[in-house]
């Protein structure tokens, strides 16, 4: 590898894993619309052009009324699998090696969708992709905010059944005014199942949302938690703890979470020592996969060649695998900067 890294046969040239990703935001208008004419589902759009022209995001909630209208086209275990299967064929084309993928059940039970058609066709998509393409795909079943504790429980024990199809919960949807305590109580039974824990935080809402994920919640893992640089206290604890960091930075300027590229705190929060990483987040409706936010990004910031291992390794340190598993992940870096 060269000493910089800002073009794009470098970037594709390192193994990477991407740890978050919402597998609903990575359907894209012409999926959307194949899905909805195989399933006799009328979309409020005419065309795939009229519905890529509504991605004109001013915040979160403005992508995710689209968003959530987007993925009531998904009715069969086959749909799931479909979307799915897009999305690893897409992730493996950028070197990625291991993705983490969310989903949002209640998206989907709540239109009347059964959560075995959920859970079955994205597992059957993870052991396919894995055969055809040797990329490492795990599940991570997330909770809406906006919904009720009751409803994650409900969501949580209906779901359990599927236990060996996902790994760990998260918690996603709009975040002012849903702070992550609302949820103890199932993240505490998540943790109970053996399940890992992650949390969206400090994506639109304050630090304090990323402390009480971190001690109420007991997550391993903050998604997004860009707005941590306005707490020194919390950097230092999220460094000393070596708390990973999912970072988004397209969606974070499509949902105008940062004015500018060149703003984007990626590169502060690498400078204080931060386990920060880059993803995709809902690449379908942000502009970009894996590749497109790293390119984006490095040449936004003019990140290095060493930021770009010190990226790969933060992700592979953050992914949840064994210690036998990382290290193979860790000597495939290792051949592309030697
Ligand atoms: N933030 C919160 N919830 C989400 C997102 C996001 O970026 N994408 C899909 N659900
Ligand atoms: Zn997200």
Known sequence: MKSTTQNIQNIRDIPKAELHMHIEGSLEPELIFTLAMRNNVTLPYASVEALRAAYAFTNLQSFLDIYYAGASVLLKEQDFYDMAMAYLERAHFDNVIHTEMFFDPQTHTERGVAIDVVINGLHRACVDAKQKWGINAVLILCFLRHLSEESAIETLQ???????????????????????????????????????????AGEEGPPAYIWQALDVLGVERIDHGVRCLEDEKLVAR???DRIPLTVCPLSNLKLRVTPDLRQHPLKKMLDAGLCATINSDDPAYFGGYMNTNWEATFAALNLTATDAVTLARNSFEAAFVDEVTRAGYLARLATCYD
Request: charge should be positive.
């Open 158 to 200: 209906a779901a359990l059944p599927y236990r060996d199809k996902f790994i760990g919960v998260g918690l996603d949807s709009s975040e002012v005014g849903h702070p992550p305590e609302k949820f103890a109580r199932v993240f505490a039974m998540s943790k109970a199942a053996g399940l890992r824990l992650v949390a969206h």
């Open 238 to 240: 999220l460094a000393k």
